[in-house]
């Protein structure tokens, strides 16, 4: 799969000023965002990719504040070494330690990942991913059954095994991410981890104490039915993907139509992941 990378810069910076068009493209289907100096980056596949669409959306902002952005197609053959030259290891509180295979380890953490970053994405660098691992942090695994929707590379899948869960269902639309949970599964030689390439029709037809999906919105909010269905009574479903303001009281309403109580939420510049009990 080939993918469409563009540097945004904005001028001043400012994050309010990059959270609205980071927010605007994922509404049209940019999946991946880097901060670089002076802007980001977006990434979406180039099958998803539509100049008219981007243009359209990128009008709305053009009297509220100067930016520019570069395009540049990365043929999959060049997205590993674009990922592995950007990856460096990160550090949750002193818990712990996502690395890739070529970073040497630390064993003075209680909890390593290992990740091949390839081109599945969810390497525990962004925001949402690494809210998701602290909450993991305080979170009961032991002898659940999970349920991770967008799982990216595994790294959730991946952690919440290593707290002790029973058996987990990592799924994901992109063939890339299913294949590299499998993958990254093996390297933390983790076995109860059944991966899935689908959306919400693939869930098993089953019970899950936990559900983890850090995805976006949009697609929270259409798979909100599905994921109640899947959860058990008293299970906890933990969600991230979206902005504070006013993703937050949006999710928080469709949660509720399904009995989804919120609990609390932890915010990273100004995103969100957020803890709710059936």
């Known amino acids: 799969m080939n993918y469409y990378e563009l540097l945004f810069t904005t001028i001043p910076t400012e994050d309010y000023q990059q959270d609205l068009l980071i927010n605007a493209l994922g509404e049209i ?53 674009v990922w592995e030259s950007n990856f460096e290891p990160i550090e949750i509180g002193d818990k712990i330690f996502v690395r890739a295979t070529f970073h040497q380890p630390k064993p003075e953490f209680p909890y390593e990942i290992v990740i091949d970053p390839k081109m599945a994405f969810g390497t525990g660098h962004h925001q949402t991913t690494s809210m998701m ?31 002790g869960s029973g058996p987990v269902t990592a799924i994901d639309y992109d063939p890339v991410c299913y294949e590299s949970t499998i993958e990254n599964s093996a390297l933390n030689n983790i076995n109860n981890i059944t991966a899935l390439c689908g959306s919400k029709e693939v869930i098993p037809d089953e019970k899950y104490d936990i559900i983890l999906a850090n995805i976006n919105r949009n697609i929270l909010l259409d798979q909100m039915e599905r994921y109640n269905e899947a959860l058990l009574p008293g ?20 949660a509720g139509k399904y009995g989804l109580k919120y609990i609390s939420h932890k915010k990273n510049k100004d995103w969100v992941a957020a803890k709710f009990v059936k």
């Not at 902005?243 to 999710?251: F, G, M, Q, S, V």
């Open 133 to 163: 691992l602290e909450w993991a942090l305080e979170t009961d695994f032991a002898g659940k059954k999970v349920l991770d929707m967008g799982c990216g590379t595994g790294i959730l899948a991946i952690m919440a095994s290593k707290l």
């Open 29 to 81: 289907g940019f999946d991946t965002f880097e901060e670089v100096d002076f802007g980001f980056k977006a990434y979406i596949p180039s099958a998803d990719f539509d100049q008219e669409t981007l243009n359209e959306t990128l009008a709305v902002y053009q009297d509220m504040f100067s930016f520019s952005y570069e395009i540049t197609l990365i043929p999959q053959k060049n997205w590993n070494e």
């Open 235 to 254: 299970g906890e479903i933990y969600f991230s993907g979206f902005y504070e303001t006013p993703d937050l009281d949006i999710i928080t309403e469709e």
